[in-house]
């Protein structure tokens, strides 16, 4: 059996490994190392798998949050919503842009932001919510829409972890997780569902406006060379990552499948255990298990489980150990321990599995017997 790991990008690169290389040397070959055609090409191919109009590719996931917001055109001090439980990016980019986050729990069961909390967080000073698609599956957007309409706010999503991942709205009709608000986010950092092999990222709108607003801060806050309209960033795809996603985004729905046929396995061996809980899944979005997320519901010492798990050479993680609100970083008086009960309680219970394109059953197997073999 080969050593388990969370995520396996050898054994990934290792079935497209011709085309990858053949794509490297041909990005080489040509010195077209910025802004290459393959940018485009690959803008294009993405554009086409979302469905939405326009793609603009950037440098990291963190960027693409950073540009939608500045695209937004908002005041120091507006407020921006997002939950408590997720990764810092999120709140990193409104705090430095000097918007105030206003952070909100999450649901217990699919640690997705809902329409109740975040109707229950609009103030006057409420300009944009920013959805975190946490672990590879939407959050309810037909609902989240409803209250940003009603209160016109801007809603940015971030699908940095469910880039494939289908919203099935109210009239049936489906739509990738990304395409609903605004403007989409994401970002190809090597794990994430569609990573490069390096760092990138790209937002998505159906909005042409906001297209050409994001394209131009994207670049300097030029649309024309050496004419700055807007105060804009330095943030761009590298061509070498673009003609690697190409080949991958080619790959991605079979990659999709198999990330979700593990987490099924999971599922179906660990669902009898009364101390622990399968992943809940949305029953209006499909999962693309970016990470296979257990909750400990019984009282389990999850650093004893964690060491357990290791002893037999499983890796297993905690995304994430700390909500937003207790960061050293984002403390205000206006948060304590305590305000947030349901995100405080998830980082104590938590553990994500390995999960990855290249899962083999008897892999699973013996992580199951291992999880089974610290309690039944
Ligand atoms: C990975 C991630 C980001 C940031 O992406 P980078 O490319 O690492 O900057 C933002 N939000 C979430 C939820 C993420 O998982």
């Not at 050593?3 to 990008?9: A, G, R």
């Not at 011709?18 to 940018?39: C, H, K, L, R, Y």
């Not at 963190?62 to 997720?86: K, N, Y």
């Not at 024309?224 to 190409?246: C, F, M, P, W």
Request: charged share 20%; with cysteine.
């Amino acid at each position: 059996m080969m050593k388990i790991q969370m995520v396996d990008l050898k054994g990934q690169y290792a079935k497209i490994k011709p085309e990858v290389d053949q794509a490297i040397q041909n990005v080489i070959d040509t010195t077209a190392f910025i802004n290459g055609p393959q940018v485009k090409t690959f803008s294009a191919d993405l554009a086409e798998y979302l469905s939405v109009k326009h793609v603009i590719t950037c440098a990291n996931g963190t960027d693409a949050l950073q540009i939608a917001l500045m695209a937004l055109g908002l005041e120091q001090g507006d407020e921006v919503i997002v939950p408590c439980f997720t990764y810092v990016a999120t709140v990193e980019v409104i705090a430095l842009l000097k918007l105030k986050p206003v952070v909100t729990e999450v649901d217990p069961d699919t640690f997705n932001i809902t329409a109740e909390l975040i109707e229950k967080a609009i103030t006057p000073r409420t300009k944009a919510i920013v959805p975190v698609h946490l672990f590879g599956q939407s959050a309810d957007m037909a609902a989240i829409m409803a209250i940003a309409r009603k209160h016109k706010l801007y809603v940015i999503e971030d699908t940095a972890q469910a880039l494939g991942a289908e919203y099935v709205g109210i009239d049936g009709s489906s739509k990738k997780a990304g395409t609903i608000g605004d403007i989409g986010c994401t970002s190809f950092f090597p794990s994430k569902n569609l990573g490069c092999y390096g760092d990138g990222g790209a937002l998505y709108t159906n909005n042409d406006e906001l297209a050409t607003l994001i394209r131009k801060i994207a670049n300097h806050g030029q649309a024309k060379k050496y004419h700055h309209e807007v105060i804009g960033v330095n943030s761009r795809l590298d061509t070498i990552q673009a003609a690697i996603l190409s080949i991958k985004l080619r790959q991605l729905d079979q990659y999709c499948k198999a990330r979700r046929d593990a987490a099924d396995y999971y599922d179906q061996h660990l669902a009898g255990l009364s101390w622990l809980q399968i992943p809940k899944r949305h029953q209006n979005s499909t999962h693309v298990f970016h990470q296979y997320t257990l909750k400990l519901v019984d009282p389990v010492d999850r650093n004893a489980l964690k060491d357990h798990l290791l002893s037999l050479e499983i890796p297993s993680m905690v995304y994430y150990p700390i909500p937003l609100h207790l960061q050293e970083a984002f403390k205000t008086p206006d948060y304590n321990e305590g305000d947030f009960p349901v995100s405080e309680r998830l980082c104590s219970q938590v553990l994500s599995l390995p999960v990855h394109t290249e899962m083999e059953t008897e892999q699973q197997d013996y992580i199951i017997a291992g999880i089974k073999s610290f309690r039944k």
